[in-house]
């Protein structure tokens, strides 16, 4: 039986791809106030300012590709159970080819009706700009698929599961800020490996850490190595 490997996925994860970040220096929380583009209150107060934002971040995902950080993760599955869980909300370990991806902060690519976060709808590549007034086919309005500030993180209790069941983890790109992301580590079985790929310090208040200090791709590599010497039936 494959041993499986969780992989727990932040903004770091896809900026070498070119996906801007949120809480880095020059991030998008330097050009925008939360309060404003991520809340319930900002879309209730200006939805068309919302709609743009999200719409721009659409745009810039459909010209941005996989890196190989997340080709590496997902060719991974040839011998692993892979699982990610990613706190960003683009579509790229999918299209790397990862086959188990939970979104904690929802899908750029969907949107749901105002007041319901559980039914979703795939937003078409080809016209991925949101407008004031869509509505889902049974007449409700319909608002970007993001969770926001101050809402329900609805996948957790699937990722709890899901890391209590990790024989390794993985942890790429994410400040271990954001909660309840950053306690997803508590979940993680006594002795099971962790392995943390960031090229800034990140404070987890863990001493069983195996630090790759590198950026996504290179991190990725350098795990992959790592794997086929521990684990060398591979």
Not at 42 to 55: I, K, Q, S, T
Not at 130 to 144: A, F, S
Not at 190 to 211: E, K, S
Request: hydrophobic share 35%.
């Amino acid at each position: 039986m494959k041993k499986k490997l969780v992989a727990l996925s932040g903004a770091g994860m896809s900026a070498e791809s070119g996906i801007a970040t949120f809480r880095d220096a020059n991030g998008l929380w330097n050009n925008y106030r939360i309060e404003d583009v991520a809340t319930p209150e900002g879309f209730d107060a200006n939805p068309e300012l919302v709609l743009e934002f999200y719409n721009q971040r659409r745009r810039e995902l459909l010209n941005a590709q996989p890196n190989e950080g997340h080709y590496g993760l997902a060719g991974l599955e040839k011998d692993f159970d892979v699982h990610i869980i990613t706190q960003n909300v683009d579509n790229l370990h999918e299209r790397a080819g990862s086959s188990h991806v939970i979104h904690l902060h929802g899908e750029l690519m969907k949107a749901c009706p105002v007041h319901d976060l559980n039914k979703t709808y795939d937003i078409p590549p080809e016209n991925p700009d949101m407008h004031p007034g869509d509505k889902d086919p049974y007449g409700n309005p319909l608002r970007p698929f993001i969770v926001w500030f101050g809402e329900a993180v609805p996948m957790i209790e699937p990722a709890i599961r899901i890391v209590e069941s990790a024989d390794i983890v993985v942890v790429i790109g994410t400040s271990l800020n954001v909660y309840p992301a950053a306690g997803l580590l508590n979940y993680v079985r006594n002795g099971q490996p962790i392995y943390l790929i960031d090229p800034q310090d990140v404070h987890t208040g863990r001493n069983d850490i195996r630090v790759i200090r590198a950026g996504a791709s290179e991190g990725v590599r350098q795990l992959i190595k790592s794997l086929r010497e521990e684990y060398n039936d591979l």
